[in-house]
């Protein structure tokens, strides 16, 4: 991510305009400027302002009719980080993460093996991984409930002809949060298998052929090259993975409402809850923020780690 | 050559199959449901096939009106988001990668630091400000928020800085303006970007859940994603249209994806390893 300052003479100038930069026109300095605007714009307006905004509010006691504020410095902040809530809410974030992160990393790459060929086949294959990726949230949530179901549901059904006892998957403490991980692997693990599969389709044959004259085989070839030559991209995917599982609500929200009894509540439905529903603007900007640190601390690890690899490959 | 039927290439086929069949079932029973008479969606032991299949259920969600509206909102809104969201950025990449002005790394160092800002957190301060604009319950509430993309800009740039000067420099020899250079140089060079860029922009504002569900609360402005969160609730449990409307809900997107497979396996290669 290294921002380049374009050399002095630029060896895009127009052969016309050999004049120096100094005596650009104040058209020709601006006109990127232009460019950029419409963009700067709505960056400004809608992810910038309310970035500061929110902040700002989380000094505040707001409402969400925003009529009286009344300045409370530290209090909010202080608030949550004694709120058993925040707590238990960012716990079952994290375990979601912690879940979900290994089987949408590694299902990816096995997926991504065994559809790495040509033809019908393949085509279809890779249709059938990705294929629930595209489906919105609501219509993934609609028909993983209703496989859920006791009784009649598909998973309780096929438990019951296999001669195993019902699960009541969405109202048991322990099993909800696995219910979730299960509907969201086989949701978003197509994203990762793509990943995984323009990086395999990235290796070039001659590495092959060359394993190949040394007499290598199908093992060899997988272990000592294939897995080696994919640690970068499993890197890029481990970081993507966990800032996405971080801020899981969608899933949850439709499958449990955070239930039973709050045991999936992630830490977005409870800013949700308290700006939304207690109309406390204030302390739900407050722990958005805190919220916010985490998915930053986050990024900025996993970049250095990314960025020491790179040097390392050079 | 003749292929040699080893056990590892055997089992690879039939794991990969058996993955894929695992990864259908969840859609096919779906679908099945959707075509069941209802008091035969709730049988127990289940019954795989329907005895005698019947599109009622989609008849009677059809006609309960809603779905129509809220597919026509999704398509106003998700073709709105990508257009403006093209648009903007490729601008955006053309200014930062080609142009120099006063402050031009300072204004990209910011968009990238951007890229960090996740929308979850900004729900609330921007419902504010959509309440103070009068934007609430409108499309352009549920699209500006969506258009502002980095991440597109930082990927559209990167892609631009490796085009060649040359093309561009017999454009302007030829007289072309700047305006001209993006739209007829730099857009055509780099249409596969741009294609995955849209498809991606396209099923992420289709499918958006949580900003068009804070934004709307008037039922007829609701997206499908958003107004199929109600129909559990309306429905009871009737859930031969329940699945029928999960069916409409995910269907046009599953025909967007078979009908682009190839772009957009390319460009996530594109954007995603090189970017």
């Not at chain 2, 005895?51 to 809603?66: I, N």
């Amino acid at each position: 991510m290294t921002v380049q300052t374009p050399p002095r003479v630029t060896p895009g100038t127009p052969a016309t305009a050999a004049k120096p930069e100094t005596g650009k026109p104040w058209k020709e300095r601006w006109a990127g400027l232009f460019f950029v605007a419409p963009f700067l714009l709505l960056f400004a307006v809608f992810l910038a302002w309310p970035t500061v905004y929110g902040l700002w509010n989380s000094f505040f006691n707001t409402s969400l009719a925003g009529v009286k504020q009344e300045f409370l410095g530290l209090q909010n902040w202080r608030e949550m980080f004694n709120d058993p809530a925040v707590w238990s809410s960012l716990k079952n974030t994290l375990v979601f993460t912690a879940m979900s992160t290994p089987p949408l990393v590694i299902i990816a790459l096995v997926m991504a093996l065994l559809a790495n060929r040509r033809g019908v086949l393949g085509w279809l294959l890779r249709f059938s991984y990705f294929a629930p990726f595209v489906l919105p949230a609501t219509v993934v949530t609609l028909i993983w409930v209703w496989i859920y179901q006791p009784g009649f549901g598909l998973v309780n059904g096929l438990l019951t002809a296999g001669g195993f006892a019902e699960i009541d998957w969405l109202n048991t403490d322990n099993r909800a949060m696995l219910a979730v991980v299960i509907t969201t692997v086989w949701w978003t693990v197509g994203f990762n298998f793509l990943l995984y599969l323009a990086a395999l389709q990235g290796i070039p044959a001659q590495v092959y052929e060359a394993a190949d004259i040394d007499g290598a085989n199908g093992r060899q070839k997988l272990f000592r090259i294939t897995l080696p030559l994919l640690s970068r991209t499993t890197g890029l995917i481990v970081v993507l993975q966990l800032v996405a599982s971080l801020k899981i609500f969608d899933q949850i929200y439709l499958m449990t409402n955070g239930g039973p009894n709050y045991a999936t509540r992630p830490i977005i439905q409870y800013i949700y809850q308290n700006g939304f529903t207690n109309y406390r603007i204030g302390y739900a900007s407050a722990i958005s923020y805190m919220f916010f640190a985490i998915i930053v601390i986050v990024a900025v690890l996993q970049f250095k780690l990314f960025a020491g690899r790179k040097e390392a490959d050079a | 050559m003749r292929t040699t039927w080893t056990f590892p290439k055997v089992a690879s086929i039939v794991g990969a199959v058996i993955l894929a069949v695992i990864w259908l079932v969840p859609l096919l029973w779906a679908l099945d449901t959707s075509l069941k008479p209802e008091p035969e969606t709730t049988l127990s032991p289940i019954t795989w096939l329907p005895q005698a299949p019947t599109t009622e259920a989609y008849r009677s969600v059809v006609e309960q009106g809603d779905l129509i509206r809220w597919f026509m909102n999704s398509s106003v809104v998700s073709i709105l988001v990508t257009a403006l969201t093209l648009v903007v950025s490729v601008l955006a990449a053309y200014g930062f990668s080609r142009t120099s002005f006063p402050g031009r790394r300072v204004l990209f160092g910011l968009i990238i630091a951007g890229i960090l800002v996740p929308p979850q957190v900004l729900i609330v301060p921007l419902f504010q400000e959509m309440t103070g604009l009068g934007l609430v319950d409108t499309y352009w509430g549920i699209v500006l928020p969506q258009v502002v993309a980095p991440v597109m800009v930082f990927v559209l740039k990167k892609f631009f800085d490796g085009i060649s000067r040359d093309y561009e420099d017999a454009a302007r020899v030829d007289g072309a303006t700047r305006w001209r250079i993006v739209w007829s140089v730099m857009v055509p060079m780099s249409r596969p970007i741009l294609v995955a860029v849209g498809i991606f922009t396209f099923i992420g504002a289709w499918n958006n859940f949580l900003w068009p569900f804070i934004v709307t609360t008037d039922p007829s402005m609701m997206t499908i994603p958003v107004g199929l969160a109600n129909v559990q609730g309306s429905y009871g449990l009737r859930y031969a249209q329940i699945m029928a409307s999960a069916v409409l809900g995910g269907l046009p997107l599953l025909i967007v994806y078979a009908l682009f497979q190839r772009h957009v396996v390319r460009g996530v290669g594109d954007a995603g390893i090189k970017g």
